[in-house]
């Protein structure tokens, strides 16, 4: 069972465009958001993650929008660059009173063209 | 450096044999994940360790798997009898104790196991 939905598999997009990767959950205990950079042969690294009390977060070309009620969030890159080409994954976490528990998306992977 | 490192950073090996794959997490961080990532897949979570607690093994897919974190801070993934569907990246994260406010995992740069 896939806990967080993410879309499209792959994307391609020109330099300078915008870049939007959708992700999609079912619980809503979830109470972190948190999107993931990857680039080959390297481990994910985070991007920029948002709670559900607030609808943006914007960290330079990258915003995450947040929809509680429709249980969506999505990461837009704005200005795309070809150095943006990488996998993207989006998360949802749940903090338990012991830790958190991460649950992923499976990827996104982006190819912006010079 | 002070990120997440795991060994070795490849690892071929033949089918039935065991394999041990290593995760050193950043100091001070009590917890630790592993996951599994197949070729051009998501992530897969496979287990948790929080401080003394029991590990969450719910992720495990099969009992090959196993998991240890000693002394709270070193983890050893073993995989025994290895199948070739066992052929995968295999990352280990990190992050800060409960209770505080970075919920930031950090990935290690992962093991690359395949088997023969």
């Known amino acids: 069972q896939q806990q967080v939905k993410q879309s499209p598999q792959s994307l391609i997009v020109q330099k300078g465009g915008i870049s939007i990767i959708n992700c999609a959950y079912e619980n809503t205990a979830f109470d972190y958001f948190p999107w993931y950079q990857q680039f080959p042969g390297k481990g994910p690294a985070l991007l920029i993650a948002?709670?559900?009390?607030?609808s943006e977060k914007k960290e330079g070309r990258f915003t995450i929008s947040f929809n509680k009620s429709a249980k969506q969030f999505s990461l837009h890159i704005m200005d795309s660059q070809p150095g943006d080409s990488a996998t993207y994954f989006c998360a949802a976490s749940i903090v338990f009173y012991t830790g958190n528990q991460f649950y992923f998306g499976t990827g996104t992977s982006l190819t912006v063209i010079p | 450096g002070a990120g997440v490192s795991q060994s070795p950073s490849n690892k071929v090996t033949e089918k039935g044999k065991d394999v041990e794959l290593r995760c050193d997490p950043i100091s001070g961080h009590t917890a630790l994940y592993w996951y599994r990532q197949s070729l051009g897949q998501g992530l897969e979570f496979l287990i948790y360790f929080q401080g003394n607690s029991a590990p969450d093994k719910s992720g495990l897919p099969s009992d090959r798997f196993s998991a240890e974190r000693t002394g709270g801070s070193v983890s050893t993934l073993t995989i025994q009898r290895t199948q070739q569907e066992d052929s995968a990246v295999y990352l280990c994260a990190s992050s800060e104790p409960a209770g505080t406010n970075s919920y930031e995992q950090y990935f290690g740069p992962g093991t690359r196991l395949t088997v023969t």
């Open positions: 948002i709670r559900p009390d607030v």
